[in-house]
């Protein structure tokens, strides 16, 4: 089988929509939920969604209509049904399912976090790399082995994007604070020592925010977002490079929306050179939470056969990329 399909991604800030085909995205469509004070409130989020999604679907069928592909040439519609905010998540998944029952099609549940990776392998030269992918809530690296992309390690607590953002608000910053953290961090060099928390393979985030916070009642505000991103990043990028070597692969992919902070390309880089793998990273488009991965690995599973009936289409919040047996890889 061989198909176009429409996804829908709403796990947390991101509402978005595509229709993809096995080539390209043909359409898609955003609608980002924004706060007005703090951090995420799920049920606003979920509000948010339920209000634009009607909205952002039209939009994404109409740009898709402009390029010659209807609502009748869509095989199928591909929703995240986690790992995410279960309001958000329920809201979306209603939409996909009223979808499918309208155009009479196959429903595909996705997994969130293997979408960033397949969508990465999709846009980048990567076919069998050691994913690091880190987010707001997420922070894993991954890697397939025997049927299932295995977690080789991951945060214990909160995700870096989090941790991040935590520390930022504290910091008086706007949300998201990651890209405010990383201009700032330019304007210093003057590293302050911050807890190195790596247990094994796995890694905690929330001290880490803690100490960095503390650290701002006596050192300049650039210099604690240098030595935070500095701390953060080796923590992970010392995992990823176990990882490669555990696994023996040659490929390092980089995902999820923290990614698109330069100073962590640049350190994967130096591994990565020192290591003499190869390093991928996708489009920035492609590395925070958007429908086009949504539709493209729910391509996948449908080409693979591999969909669910309105019956046993619930979501599921805690839903962890190595719980999947992947269907759609050789």
């Known amino acids: 089988m061989k198909g176009t399909v429409l996804g829908i991604e709403g796990t ?5 929509a595509a229709i993809v085909n096995e080539k390209d995205v043909i359409a898609e469509a955003t609608d980002i939920y924004s706060p007005a004070t703090g951090g995420i409130h799920p049920r606003e989020a979920a509000q948010h969604h339920a209000k634009y999604a009607s909205m952002v679907i039209r939009k994404v069928l109409e740009g898709a209509k402009e390029k010659g592909v209807s609502p009748s040439d869509i095989d199928a519609i591909a929703f995240s049904r986690g790992p995410g905010l279960g309001a958000c998540l329920r809201t979306v998944a209603t939409a996909a399912r009223t979808l499918a029952i309208t155009y009479d099609v196959p429903l595909v549940g996705v997994n969130h976090c293997l979408a960033h990776i397949e969508v990465g392998r999709w846009k980048t030269p990567a076919r069998d790399p050691v994913t690091l992918y880190v987010s707001g809530a997420n922070s894993q690296v991954l890697a397939y082995r025997m049927g299932r992309y ?27 604070g990651g890209p405010k953290i990383e201009q700032l961090a330019k304007k210093s060099t003057n590293y302050i020592p911050l807890p190195y928390v790596v247990k094994g393979m796995d890694l905690s985030f929330s001290g880490l925010s803690t100490a960095a916070t503390e650290a701002l009642k006596s ?19 010392e995992v990823t490079e176990r990882a490669l070597a555990h696994t023996g692969k040659s490929e390092v992919l980089l995902a999820g929306g923290v990614g698109a902070n330069m100073r962590l390309r640049e350190m994967l880089d130096i591994m990565c050179n020192d290591r003499r793998v190869s390093f991928h990273v996708p489009e920035k488009r492609f590395m925070g939470d958007n429908g086009a991965m949504i539709a493209y690995l729910g391509l996948l599973m449908y080409e693979a056969g591999d969909v669910l009936s309105i019956e046993n289409s619930h979501v599921n919040p805690n839903f962890r990329p ?5 269907t759609w890889l050789e």
């Open 322 to 326: 190595d719980d999947v047996d992947v």
């Open 12 to 16: 947390a800030w991101n509402l978005s």
């Open 150 to 176: 295995r977690v080789f390690g991951e945060t214990l607590d909160i995700g870096l994007g989090n941790a991040f953002d935590k520390f930022a608000r504290s910091a008086g910053l706007t949300h998201p």
């Open 219 to 237: 050192n300049s505000l650039e210099d604690v977002c240098y030595s935070l991103q500095e701390t953060a990043f080796a923590m992970i990028v």
